[in-house]
């Protein structure tokens, strides 16, 4: 099975040595995305906005490899401290009900760590099945 790059200019562009997400068949692995809009390169202030920019990545990502955000089966959450799961849950909450018309959501890791970059408050990766 071959592989392929992903690549949109809807989502940030990679700082380092890796894709934004990969293509193996119906398999797409989305890199971890940050809460930076990518026109601009800024982070919001607060963690709930940067997690609906970072969930807006994410879609950017997987809608380039040519699936929806319905078909993501795992997101993986990054957080800087516990003290932002309540904020970041809730507009990460909102994010995947509305992209999820299947009402299906997808499996869900939240842990925390340092990222990095110090106006990172969220990073989310993601894993996707293409129909």
């Known amino acids: 099975m071959s592989k392929t790059k992903i690549s949109t200019p809807g989502a940030p ?10 293509r193996a068949g119906q398999l797409i692995q989305v890199s971890g995305q940050g809460g930076n ?10 963690v709930a906005t940067q997690t609906t920019r970072t969930l807006e990545n994410v879609r ?5 490899a040519g699936a929806t955000f319905d078909d993501v089966v795992m997101l993986r959450v990054y957080l800087t401290t516990r003290d932002h799961f ?3 849950n809730e507009a990460y909450g909102a994010f995947v009900e509305k992209h ?6 997808p499996s869900r890791t939240t842990v925390m760590v340092g990222l990095p970059r110090e106006e990172m408050l969220v990073e989310i990766d993601a894993l996707a099945i293409a129909q």
């Open 13 to 22: 562009a990679p700082a380092y040595t890796f894709h934004q997400g990969v």
């Open 37 to 46: 809009d990518p026109a601009t390169g800024e982070y919001a202030d607060d």
């Open 60 to 64: 950017a990502v997987v809608e380039a």
């Open 86 to 88: 309540a904020a970041m």
């Open 100 to 105: 999820c018309p299947s009402g299906v959501l």
